[in-house]
């Protein structure tokens, strides 16, 4: 009910402000019309959206991962196929996309909703079951403010991203754009693993299973590394063609290319940073999981685009990502390893 209403309450602040906003992130005059038409739509889907997350995190706590996947997967088709169709066929362009976007987005919402209708849950929803209680509202923010705090810097960056890229014309936020959504498919994967990773990491913590909750750190981390590895050698190899898919201006390829392969070499140190973040947060080391969430997209994302911006130009923003991920990884190791050092034995 809580995710419901700020969803509301923030869609309301935003379409309030809209234009406003979307400057703020980085729209040029250009985009902003678009920008404005895709974003209305999915603000209208928002409470759909954010509480289709809170089921799915649910449903992957219960162990029951398949259901989660099952409405995330119905949403995501739906969309694809969606899109094409709105966007050609009827004629609809941008309004077309954001129509498709929020009526996936709501019928994957009641495919989720019908797994805790049906029964196939041990978390039953009720009205009566709404009764404020402070302890566990504050234990809630508690352990979610280091993925609240990771989301949000995410945001700001991308704003700072596009706002820096404006000052090169469209066509760098353009190239940035694309590069932005093709690294997050492959990191997406990784994202996914971690999630799997994190009730495992908090059962056995629980029940002072600590030596399992470091060799599932462990697989959790070969696997996520031989996932974005390979996604980083195709995409470095296959990044002219991967983002020509999207646009073949050749600003935006020129743009576009070296960013997306600076990005794959750094793809390999990702994994270290996302995996650590989650036993941290799993294990309710919330003081430790809200700062390593800092790193990566805030810490050091921000300086690092603005130093570089300032003294290489365009080049501070294709590497900026990169620089960031090395950075990350240069501190979450010492820092996952101290933590590890002091777990105690099984059963103490």
Do not use: W
Not at 62 to 80: D, R, T
Not at 242 to 248: G, L
Not at 325 to 340: G, S
């Amino acid at each position: 009910m809580t995710a419901f209403i700020l969803s509301i309450v923030i869609g309301g602040i935003c379409l309030a402000f809209l234009n406003p906003f979307l400057r703020l992130l980085g729209s040029t005059e250009t985009i902003l019309p678009y920008a404005a038409i895709y974003v209305k739509c999915i603000i209208a889907a928002a409470p759909f959206t954010v509480c289709g997350f809170v089921m799915n995190n649910i449903l992957r706590f219960e162990g029951k991962a398949n259901y989660a996947m099952i409405g995330l997967v119905s949403g995501a088709l739906l969309n694809m196929i969606g899109d094409p169709i709105l966007i050609f066929y009827f004629g609809l362009g941008i309004y077309g996309a954001g129509l498709s976007t929020a009526f996936s987005q709501i019928v994957s919402f009641f495919i989720l909703l019908s797994f805790f209708v049906r029964g196939k849950t041990s978390v039953k929803l009720k009205f009566a079951h709404i009764k404020p209680d402070l302890n566990k509202f504050k234990d809630i923010v508690t352990i979610g403010f280091p993925s609240m705090s990771r989301q949000g810097l995410q945001s700001i960056s991308t704003m700072l991203l596009n706002n820096y890229a404006a000052v090169y014309g469209d066509a760098a936020v353009a190239a940035m754009s694309i590069v932005s959504r093709i690294v997050f498919l492959a990191f997406a994967v990784g994202l996914g693993v971690g999630q799997g990773y994190q009730p495992v990491s908090g059962y056995n913590y629980g029940a002072k299973k600590y030596s399992r909750v470091k060799q599932a750190f462990r697989f959790t981390l070969i696997l996520s590394e031989g996932i974005l590895g390979f996604c980083a050698v195709i995409c470095f190899f296959a990044a002219p063609y991967a983002v020509s898919i999207f646009r073949k201006d050749p600003e935006v390829l020129d743009i576009g290319v070296l960013a997306l392969r600076l990005q794959c070499v750094s793809m390999l140190f990702q994994p270290l940073g996302v995996v650590s973040n989650m036993t941290f947060q799993s294990t309710g080391k919330a003081f430790l999981a809200f700062v390593s969430s800092l790193f990566r997209n805030g810490l050091f994302f921000i300086p690092t685009i603005i130093i570089g911006t300032h003294f290489f130009g365009i080049l501070g923003i294709q590497s900026a990502q990169a620089v960031s991920d090395i950075l990350t990884f240069a501190v979450m190791l010492p820092l996952i390893m101290y933590y590890f050092k002091n777990l105690p034995a099984d059963g103490k």
